[in-house]
């Protein structure tokens, strides 16, 4: 297995279960159980040494120093300190557990409690460079494609209809066939943008391989580091939300695209004859 870590640039302020969201594609059997438990039970974590942790998740010990230091810790009491630090940070449960027996109002607080999780470990693990980078490529883009499956497409949609609202010719297809035409028509002066939760989207991946080939600037937005959509792609917006690979349609995975996308915006001058971001 490819070893992945974080962008060098996130590795110090983002938090344990940023962290672990972000690259929990690329564990091994024994990193995903010291994952999970660290994920649901933070505070037991926090409070167990390496030999009590490795019995915990019946592995070895050596195997749990692996597993902090593929975080960017450098060692167990690294990890422990920070995960404490961020559970004073919190109010809430890292993650809350639904149950049968909620009530509705129960089940609601749970979801907001969730996306409000995701939208913290955008602020904790987005690389600010890249953002920046992505507005700039976009604000000189004579035009902009999106490419998307499933749920992704909504939100680019989301952004095509705010872009040109701001005055930015923007493309975006919800068949792939469509999409991998339209691929074929960026080139230099063009941004290719591509979204994909897991990052593995075979129809978004392949569209934005040919933009790349015709010489888009290409992006992606994804919620893990080291995907086959980060290959291809010359900035990297990585969101971190919580829930792992099967969180994909989910509201925490939704809001953190949103407000990514949303921030760009933000951060582009509306062109002539275009409105602000703020009430596109």
Do not use: W
């Amino acid at each position: 297995m490819t070893e992945v870590s974080l962008p060098q640039s996130v590795q110090l302020e983002a938090m344990c279960t940023a962290r672990i969201n972000t690259l929990y594609p690329h564990f091994t059997k024994a990193d995903r159980a010291i994952a999970n438990l660290t994920i649901n039970h933070p505070q037991t974590v926090a409070q167990l040494s390496s030999r009590e942790l490795g019995r915990q998740c019946g592995i070895s010990e050596a195997s749990v120093i692996r597993f902090v230091q593929k975080l960017g810790y450098d060692g167990l009491p690294d990890f422990k300190e920070a995960l404490r630090q961020e559970l004073m940070a919190s109010q809430t449960p890292v993650s809350p557990d639904f149950s049968p027996e909620d009530s509705p109002a129960e089940v609601l607080s749970k979801v907001v409690a969730l996306c409000s999780q995701a939208l913290q470990n955008l602020v904790e693990l987005l690389d600010i460079t890249e953002l920046d980078r992505a507005a700039k490529a976009i604000s000189a883009a004579d035009c902009l494609h999106f490419f998307s499956a499933g749920g992704s497409m909504r939100v680019a949609q989301h952004a095509a209809l705010k872009l040109m609202r701001m005055g930015y010719l923007s493309i975006t297809h919800t068949d792939p066939t469509a999409q991998m035409a339209q691929a074929s028509l960026t080139g230099e002066k063009t941004v290719a943008l591509g979204i994909s939760f897991t990052g593995s989207t075979k129809a978004v991946i392949d569209a934005l391989a040919v933009a790349k080939e015709s010489g888009a600037t290409t992006i992606c937005l994804t919620n893990f580091t080291g995907t086959p959509i980060t290959q291809i792609s010359d900035i990297r917006l990585i969101t971190g939300a919580p829930g792992g690979l099967l969180a994909a349609n989910s509201a925490p995975a939704r809001v953190a695209q949103f407000a990514v996308l949303d921030a760009v915006c933000a951060l582009i001058t509306p062109r002539e004859g275009g409105h602000d971001a703020t009430v596109a």
